[in-house]
């Protein structure tokens, strides 16, 4: 196996299990994990959003997400309404409580991702080129 490849891929890796565990600190304060936030953000930029869209959006298997919304709705973040054409739809809403609580989640991991790369936003254009073209190539290899 090619040394570069496999350096790149690990650097890759520990560099997304630093983001997340950041994030998941973040978000414990909030008593949230990745996942909720997500779900939630999906649910306040998509209002009316279907259980099969979230579950598309979010990556992840319909019974995975279901254990996730039926979580959060408990916790009174987000509730569920029938579809108006199609009443065996459930169409996903944030809660006021949710939307409080994803503003001051969302704020916090805002100032946390300027905190985080503050330094990298001058001259870095050549960097965010190859990671972008890294992207688009892992991308391209998961539709084959």
């Given at each position: 196996?090619n040394?570069?490849?496999?350096?790149?891929y690990n650097?890759l890796?520990?560099?997304y299990?630093?983001?997340?565990n950041?994030?998941?600190?973040?978000?414990?304060?909030?008593?949230?994990?990745?996942?909720?936030?997500y779900?939630?953000r999906?649910?306040?930029?998509?209002?009316?959003?279907?259980?099969?869209e979230?579950?598309?959006?979010?990556?992840?298997?319909?019974?995975?997400?279901?254990r996730?919304?039926?979580?959060i709705e408990?916790?009174?973040?987000?509730?569920?309404?029938?579809?108006?054409?199609?009443?065996?739809k459930?169409?996903?809403?944030?809660?006021?409580?949710?939307?409080?609580?994803?503003?001051q989640?969302t704020?916090?991991?805002?100032r946390?991702?300027?905190?985080r790369?503050?330094?990298?936003?001058?001259?870095?254009?050549?960097?965010?080129?190859q990671?972008g073209?890294?992207?688009?190539?892992?991308?391209?290899s998961?539709q084959?």
């Amino acid at each position: 196996m090619n040394n570069d490849a496999l350096q790149l891929y690990n650097t890759l890796k520990e560099i997304y299990f630093c983001l997340d565990n950041g994030d998941r600190q973040l978000f414990d304060t909030y008593q949230l994990t990745v996942p909720r936030f997500y779900a939630l953000r999906n649910i306040a930029e998509n209002p009316g959003l279907s259980m099969t869209e979230l579950s598309t959006r979010m990556l992840s298997d319909k019974s995975n997400i279901t254990r996730l919304v039926k979580s959060i709705e408990d916790e009174g973040l987000v509730c569920r309404k029938q579809g108006e054409r199609d009443k065996r739809k459930q169409r996903l809403y944030l809660s006021e409580k949710g939307e409080r609580i994803l503003n001051q989640a969302t704020n916090a991991h805002n100032r946390l991702i300027l905190a985080r790369f503050s330094d990298f936003s001058n001259g870095d254009e050549e960097l965010l080129q190859q990671l972008g073209e890294i992207k688009q190539r892992l991308e391209a290899s998961l539709q084959k």
